[in-house]
C-alpha cells in the first residue's frame, strides 16, 4: 500500500500522523532522446571536399563555379575541420584527395589528369 494512502487512512481513523509525512512518491521516468543522432561533422566534411574537388575540376574543364558557391563552400570546409580538429582534418582531407584522385584520375587540388603521387602544385 501507497504510505501516503496509509497515512489518510490512519487520520480518518483519527490517529495522529506525524507532520513530515513525504510527498507521494512518483515514478518517474527520464526518457532519453534516442534514435536519429546528427550527421557527424567528419562525414560532413568528406562530402564537402568532394564538392571542393568536383569545383575544382570542373573550372579546370572550363565550367567556371560561382564565386558565391565557392566562398560558402570554402567556409563551409573550414568550419567543419574546426569541427572535426586539426589533427584528424588533416588525415581525412588527404585520404579524401587520394580516393577522388583513384576514382575520378582528377587531382582534387589542381584538377588535373594525374598527380596520383601528390600535387606538386
Ligand atoms: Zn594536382
Same mark, same amino acid.
Given at each position: 500500500m501507497n504510505r501516503q494512502v496509509y497515512y489518510q487512512i490512519l487520520k480518518r481513523l483519527?490517529?495522529?500522523v506525524p507532520a513530515d509525512v513525504p510527498a507521494v512518491e512518483t515514478e518517474e521516468v527520464v526518457v $532519453?532522446?534516442?534514435? #536519429?543522432?546528427?550527421? #557527424?561533422?567528419?562525414h560532413c566534411l568528406r562530402v564537402a571536399l568532394r564538392r571542393w574537388f568536383?569545383?575544382?575540376?570542373? $573550372?579546370?574543364d572550363g565550367r567556371r563555379p560561382g564565386a558565391e558557391e565557392v566562398e560558402s563552400l570554402r567556409q563551409e570546409i573550414l568550419k567543419l575541420?574546426?569541427?572535426?580538429?586539426?589533427?584528424?582534418?588533416?588525415?581525412?582531407?588527404?585520404?579524401?584527395?587520394?580516393r577522388f584522385q583513384r576514382e575520378t584520375a582528377r587531382c582534387g587540388w589542381c584538377g588535373n589528369l594525374g598527380h596520383d603521387g601528390g600535387c606538386e602544385r
Open positions: 483519527g490517529v495522529e $532519453e532522446p534516442t534514435g #536519429i543522432s546528427p550527421p #557527424i561533422p567528419v568536383r569545383l575544382t575540376v570542373a $573550372e579546370v575541420e574546426d569541427e572535426t580538429g586539426p589533427a584528424y582534418a588533416g588525415p581525412v582531407l588527404r585520404e579524401e584527395a587520394r
